[in-house]
């Protein structure tokens, strides 16, 4: 049995696996052949698993992040009782067995998970690491409170959305895909991922029943706003969204966000905004009272003729 194959069995049976680092996630989003997976086991036990994205590009042998997959990494196995020293040995040995198993690459770049926090056995082996922020509702088991943690600006706003907006939900995914387009169109950017892309993604979180589409329309049938959010046992996330302009003081965006946040209460256990490092979305996620949470950045490249067109990028 191929590494491939027993982490596949991995994720039918571990509680631990989150929803970007399932086998039929990485099907979707990288498509069957563009992943792989390495497994360090223990008396035939597997105690770490890391399933990665591969890519060819130029001529270039890359582990880089697919779209919409907001973090990945490694899932190491704890024995129960470890003190902490203990399990902090355990994890950086692991961690070292699965970096030695990864394939030749000329371009490692991803962004991992929240809940990692230790990047030392990567930087002993040549990785560079920054640090990006999400926000996080941590606990989503007292919406009143997580209401009253809203800012006061935010909650004006959706107390008037409400008198005005109806939020439904909906399985249309190329009315959702228009609505998402218009936030790139007004920033002058192409959508990164196509319709077909957004469809194959779709179809995998409906067969696993871990996604909403949520709308915003008026009395008028117009859509203000759209939110698509998937989830697993932890956290729900905020994959992608798109608001209508001509609609931008409605307040229908606010209004969305809390009614994702309240769906997801009946779900999972925390909701994660995904972002943004953009300026103006950081503070629009930050007014939602969630926990400022980093999360890492780690990259090395082993091309020679990347490193230098990436210094050259740089000047």
Same mark, same amino acid.
């Given at each position: 049995m191929t590494a491939k194959e027993k982490y596949r069995q991995y994720c039918k049976?571990?509680?631990?696996?989150?929803?970007?680092?399932?086998?039929?996630?990485?099907?979707?989003?990288?498509?069957?052949?563009?992943?792989?997976?390495?497994?360090?086991?223990?008396?035939?036990?597997?105690?770490?698993?890391?399933?990665?994205?591969?890519?060819?590009?130029?001529?270039?042998? =890359?582990?880089?992040?697919?779209?919409?997959? &907001?973090?990945?990494?490694?899932?190491?196995? *704890? #024995?129960?009782?470890?003190?902490?020293?203990?399990?902090?040995?355990?994890?950086?040995?692991? =961690?070292?067995?699965?970096?030695?198993?990864? &394939?030749?690459?000329?371009?490692?770049?991803? *962004? #991992?998970?929240?809940?990692?926090?230790?990047?030392?056995?990567?930087y002993w082996k040549g990785f560079t690491q920054s640090t990006r922020y999400t926000y996080l509702i941590k606990d989503l088991s007292n919406l009143d409170k997580v209401f009253e943690d809203f800012n006061s600006s935010i909650r004006t706003q959706i107390r008037k959305a409400e008198k005005e907006i109806t939020v439904t939900e909906s399985d249309d995914i190329e009315l959702f895909y228009k609505i998402n387009a218009l936030s790139f169109k007004r920033q002058n950017k192409k959508v990164p991922y196509s319709l077909t892309y957004v469809k194959q993604v779709d179809e995998a979180c409906k067969k696993n029943n871990c996604c909403k589409i949520l709308l915003a329309k008026d009395a008028d049938n117009n859509i203000h706003a759209a939110v698509y959010i998937v989830w697993d046992a932890q956290s729900a996330y905020y994959l992608m969204g798109g608001a209508d302009e001509n609609f931008k003081n409605s307040g229908a965006y606010s209004l969305l966000l809390w009614q994702a946040i309240k769906a997801s209460s009946s779900l999972t256990k925390q909701f994660n905004f995904c972002g943004s490092m953009l300026p103006t979305v950081e503070r629009f996620f930050r007014s939602f009272g969630g926990e400022q949470t980093p999360y890492l950045h780690l990259k090395k490249v082993n091309s020679k003729a990347l490193k230098l067109f990436l210094a050259l990028k740089e000047k």
């Open positions: 049976t571990a509680k631990d696996v989150s929803l970007f680092q399932q086998d039929w996630w990485l099907d979707a989003v990288c498509g069957t052949q563009n992943w792989d997976a390495i497994i360090h086991e223990n008396n035939g036990n597997i105690i770490g698993a890391w399933a990665y994205p591969i890519k060819k590009k130029y001529n270039l042998q =890359l582990i880089a992040m697919p779209m919409l997959t &907001p973090g990945m990494g490694p899932i190491i196995t *704890y #024995f129960p009782g470890q003190k902490p020293a203990t399990q902090l040995s355990h994890e950086q040995q692991v =961690l070292d067995e699965l970096i030695t198993q990864l &394939p030749k690459f000329d371009l490692f770049e991803l *962004y #991992f998970l929240p809940h990692y926090k230790n990047h030392l056995s990567f």
